[in-house]
Each structure stands twice: as C-alpha cells, then as structure tokens.
C-alpha cells in the first residue's frame, strides 16, 4: 500500500477546467478529442511539448493512426496549433498550443451571458404587459399594447419604472395608461430612472406634499398626487 501511495503521488496530477468539461461539445469538440486532449495534457504539465503519438495510443487503447487523425482534426476545427517555443536551455521546440480553444470557450461564455440577459429582458417586458393586463382586468388593447412598448423601447422607461406607475395608478384606482403615462413624464422630468430613485424623491419631497394646496385632490400643476408607499432596492 506504501508502495502504491508512493507512486500515486510521483504520478502527479492533470488539472482540467471544469468549464471545458461542461461545454467541449459546444465549441465543436468529440469525446474521443477530449480524451486526447486530456492526454496531451498530462504529457504537457509533465513538461513534454510534443508528446509522442505512440505513447497516447498506448494509453488509449488505440492504434497510433486514430491519435493522428484526432490531432489532425483538432487542428482543422481550429481547437489547437502546433507553435515553435523556446526553452529554458534557449533551444526552440514545437508544442501544442490550446490558446484558439480558450478563446472558443471565452466566446461561448460571452454568448451565454447575453443569451441569458436578453431572455431577463424578455422576462421583464411580458411582466409588464402581463401585470398591467392583471390590475386592469381585462386585455390590453393593440392601441395599449402600442403605448406600452413605446415607453419600453423609445422611451426606454425601465420595466421596474412602469410597474411602479402602474402600482401608483392602482392605488388611486386610476385604470388608465394616461394616468400612467402623466407620472412617468412627472418622474422623466426629474431625472427619476429607478423605482429607487423614485421612492428617495418621495421621501424628500413628503413634508411638502403634505402641506401643498390641492384642487380636485391632485397637487396644483396638474401631476397626479400618487400615494407613497415603501421600496425595497433590488
């Protein structure tokens, strides 16, 4: 067992990306190049640039012609070079180089990150219609519809920001978009883009609201006098 630890340990040890081993088949790589891939990886860490075919077909279980059409696929599908270092004696030497493979992974992670922020987008604007549709009652019509993504794509108002227009709206049971659309430009006007924001407006500006004339229960100026509530900043 002594001489068995022994050996386990001057074997030393491969460290692999989990990352690879999730998506290698994304970025166009099979399990069998994988496994040489694996290979030329151990030889590599081990010091050894250009590991001998012979020797990972041995390890594979292959016969040395299948490791040199892996190779040679794993160059065409751009996945590795074969590039000339120099050592540490100052000889040159060619090695295998993984760096297009980092950079395919690189690029499939970009891809993933704005995959999933456009789907949240997605999210947030259904969330919208789907809300604004549940306060009111009823469907939206097109006309509705129209106005609500205006504010979403030329307005650029934030999701967040039209549901909170529309939670001010609900609580001076005013079902309309026009009321809606009168405490966005009120908030649009001050530079107001967060519902955070908003609720800090709020809280600054309540001693006087409470002391502000009124007509028709809306402060003078024409903007509705929507009810202040609490916030909790995402």
């Not at 081990?46 to 299948?66: F, S, V």
């Not at 065409?76 to 090695?95: E, W």
Request: net charge negative; hydrophobic share 35%; charged share 25%.
């Amino acid at each position: 067992m002594d001489e068995f630890i022994q050996r386990y340990v001057q074997a030393g040890q491969t460290s692999v990306a989990n990352y690879l081993l999730d998506h290698f088949r994304e970025v166009g790589m099979t399990t069998d190049q994988l496994l040489v891939f694996l290979q030329l990886r151990r030889y590599m860490d081990q010091g050894t640039k250009l590991p001998d075919a012979d020797e990972m077909a041995a390890h594979l279980g292959w016969d040395k012609q299948k490791v040199y059409q892996l190779l040679h696929e794993m160059i065409s599908h751009k996945l590795m070079t074969i590039t000339t270092v120099t050592g540490a004696d100052g000889q040159k030497q060619d090695a295998y180089d993984f760096r297009l493979l980092t950079e395919k992974l690189s690029q499939l992670a970009a891809q993933t990150t704005q995959q999933a922020a456009k789907a949240a987008v997605s999210n947030d604007r259904s969330a919208v219609f789907n809300q604004i549709e549940t306060e009111f009652g009823r469907p939206l019509s097109p006309l509705e519809m129209e106005s609500i993504t205006q504010w979403l794509d030329q307005d650029h108002y934030r999701p967040e920001l039209i549901q909170l227009a529309l939670k001010e709206a609900v609580l001076s049971q005013a079902y309309s978009l026009k009321y809606m659309d009168r405490i966005l430009l009120s908030w649009e006007r001050k530079n107001l883009k967060t519902a955070a924001q908003v609720q800090r407006e709020k809280e600054r500006q309540e001693p006087r609201r409470t002391a502000k004339p009124t007509t028709n229960g809306q402060p003078d100026g024409g903007i509705p006098d929507v009810p202040i509530f609490k916030l909790t900043d995402n």
